[in-house]
Nanobody, 116 residues
């Protein structure tokens, strides 16, 4: 049974940092492309960053240079290091894998709020 558990969100001031974690189970994590997504109120969910099984990464233009995605295949975990946070980064953050995403499954997400 697929499970994605996001954690690490919280309230942070503009310019601050957070590190999100996503623990995955129920599929062969090490061979997958994993992504971090976010959804702000009233907006569609958007892809923020992705990482291949080999460690290649890509980022949305809005977060390039500020966010870093990484993974630990031994722990079946993907991370998102977020620096220089802005109020517009406020959203619920989710991780997912493409096939699982298309099945409609999402974890509970973790709330990130950037506010002074």
């Amino acid at each position: 049974q697929v499970q994605l558990v996001e954690s690490g969100g919280g309230l942070v001031q503009p310019g601050g940092s957070l590190r999100l974690s996503c623990a995955a189970s129920g599929f062969i994590f090490s061979i997958t492309v994993m992504g971090w997504y976010r959804q702000a109120p009233g907006n569609q969910r958007e892809l923020v960053a992705a990482i291949t099984s080999g460690g290649s990464t890509n980022y949305a233009d809005s977060v390039k240079g500020r966010f870093t995605i990484s993974r630990d295949n031994a722990k079946n975990t993907v991370y998102l290091q977020m620096n220089s946070l802005k109020p517009e980064d406020t959203a619920v953050y989710y991780c997912n894998e493409d096939t699982i995403r298309r099945s409609g499954y999402w974890g509970q997400g973790t709330q990130v709020t950037v506010s002074s």
